[in-house]
């Protein structure tokens, strides 16, 4: 292949690969390679903070199924975008992050900006590298996009130092091989699974998003249904399991182990897919299930089965494919219980345990808006979810149902919201997107609205506006009722409400209009905005 500059190999390599979106915020090293992004058919997403860039390619990536592409400026736009890229490895989002820096030259220099950025990547990235010569920057693309791809899919980073893309190479383009890897247990093992879990009398099942990886949501269904047992979420961040189906339990919550001990302790017989056991931020130390309860781990990563606790049969391979060979294994089982075979519901739920849909209506402004979006909506809406403790309505209301209308925040890292439905929307432009965040978790990513505008990037956004951080209000209460403190005033880092925030003034400045809703008679006049305008738009709801 002829000989051309590095720099401009890098757009002819994505672009090979199906890249259509690189999204990202410039930096003088990286000149070079922006001053050639005009002439590729890769379109060049600005945003105005390293993170918001990361997060619209996470949201991306998982809508598309296929990698997001991010430029980072150097160690300090890698340092801006560490939070985001640690939601996306905890998500396993196939992202491939480029970041500049000044050059190989200037290695022993110790320079302005200088880090190891391979270092600084390690704990947040499946795979990190510096390519140091130009004949191999191609290869290392590629090399990048298989490894993000791969399950368990995760971010990868390749640093990209500026002399190295002014030097010419003659590497050919081709996309990038994937490998092959969903494959089944042998049948011995599927039998053995389906014994373990069939001579169980109170079953149980927690899913995750590897279900979803794998598009094992009708398959997960018929073994739950053979089996009668409960499915629980647990990092259940899309749809994995119908939200309407009978036997849909809930959601386990991620901050507290004992809240998931209570849901286990009964069960005799468990299937976990998809997930490891338990993402909170306080778990249980010692195993929550039954002694002697029978437990089968399905996971694409094997790192991931008996992590934490023993298991009986931990199955490392396709979801999807290793739950159709299970259901056809308990249908030629014998020992099921009855109540299966008889169609009985499943058993009663912990009494400790969150329900697995809430109440008809709570009465609040939240519950109105959501009940009208929903009545108005057209059926293919997308919903993204970083509504947290407003949540509850948008359960009730707009269930996760199918595959692809659903993604909520996932590994901690506020402010997804906004920016995680701009990267949906690019995935899916025919499709309506809604997005609902937080007053808090939108400050910390605003400047995405800026990127909506500039891009007419035409999804809508819902504040959830109650001036406060209220979910370190609920995790403190708990924290003081654990050792016996009295309630008391919250802390004052907690408010958010001196001086007051205004989103439709700020969403104005960025170029998105919106409107104020504190009121009920304000919602559907508000609703019929957010679902007609043509454009990004912006509702600040009073959830106080």
């Known amino acids: 292949m002829p000989a051309r500059p590095a720099k401009a190999a890098v757009f002819e390599q994505l672009a090979a690969d199906g890249v259509r979106h690189l999204f990202g915020n410039p930096g003088t090293v990286e000149q070079g390679l922006l001053d050639v992004a005009a002439d590729s058919a890769v379109g060049y997403v600005l945003a105005l903070h390293e993170s918001v860039a990361v997060a619209m390619a996470d949201g991306y990536a998982r809508a598309a199924q296929r990698p997001g592409v991010v430029q980072l400026h150097s160690a300090v736009g890698l340092g801006n975008a560490i939070g985001m890229l640690y939601q996306a490895r905890r998500g396993s989002s196939p992202l491939v992050v480029l970041a500049g820096e000044a050059g190989v030259r200037y290695a022993a220099l110790d320079a302005q900006m200088a880090a190891d ?14 390519v140091l010569d130009a004949s191999s920057v191609l290869r290392e693309l590629r090399r990048a996009v298989k490894i993000a791809m791969t399950p368990p899919r995760g971010p990868v980073l390749v640093v990209l130092p500026a002399d190295v893309l002014e030097q010419e190479t003659g590497e050919p383009v081709v996309p990038a091989s994937l490998p092959h890897t969903r494959s089944a247990p042998e049948p011995a093992a599927l039998a053995r699974a389906a014994r373990l879990l069939a001579a169980g009398r109170r079953p149980l099942i927690l899913m995750g998003d590897g279900v979803a990886a794998s598009g094992a949501q009708q398959a997960l269904a018929r073994v739950a249904e053979k089996l009668c047992a409960p499915v629980w979420g647990v990092n259940s961040s899309e749809v994995n399991f119908d939200a309407g189906h009978p036997l849909f339990a809930g959601t386990l919550g991620h901050m507290f182990g004992a809240d998931s001990a209570r849901v286990v302790a009964g069960a005799d017989a468990v299937l976990i897919v998809g997930t490891y056991v338990f993402p909170e931020v306080f778990p249980e130390l010692d195993s929550p299930f039954q002694q002697g309860a029978a437990i089968v781990h399905i996971d694409a990563d094997a790192y991931e ?9 931990g199955l ?4 999807a494919l290793t739950l159709e060979g299970l259901a056809d294994h308990l249908e030629r089982q014998t020992g099921l219980p009855q109540r299966a075979a008889a169609g009985q519901p499943p058993p009663a739920r912990p009494a400790a345990a969150a329900p697995a849909r809430p109440p008809a209506g709570d009465g609040s402004l939240m519950d ?12 293919d809406l997308v919903v993204f979810d970083e509504a947290l403790t407003a949540c509850g309505p948008l359960l009730r209301h707009l269930p996760p149902r199918r595959a692809g209308s659903y993604f909520q925040t996932r590994g901690g890292s506020l402010g997804v919201g906004i920016p995680g439905a701009l990267g949906v929307k690019l995935a899916r432009p025919e499709l309506p997107v809604v997005a609902f965040t937080g007053d808090g978790a939108s400050m910390y990513t605003l400047q995405a609205l800026w990127t909506a505008a500039r891009y007419g990037i035409g999804a809508a956004f819902v504040i959830c506006n109650n001036r406060r951080y209220r979910l370190l209000d609920d ?7 654990q050792l016996g403190i009295a309630p008391r005033a919250h802390p004052e880092a907690f408010d958010l409400s001196r001086p007051d925030i205004d989103f439709t003034a700020l969403a104005a400045a960025l170029g998105v209009p919106g409107r104020r809703v504190d009121k009920p008679g304000q919602v559907p006049g508000a609703v019929r905005a ?10 600040d709801l009073d959830t106080a």
């Open 316 to 319: 490392a391979a396709d979801p």
């Open 530 to 539: 957010l679902l007609g305008h043509q454009g990004p738009y912006l509702v």
């Open 475 to 481: 995790n403190i209460e708990r924290y003081w009722a």
């Open 368 to 379: 109105c808006f959501v009940r009208v979006l929903a009545a108005q909506a057209p059926p």
């Open 117 to 130: 950025l391979v270092a600084m990547a390690g704990p947040v990235t499946k795979y990190a590298a510096r």
């Open 305 to 313: 089965i008996a992590k934490n606790f023993p298991v009986d049969l």
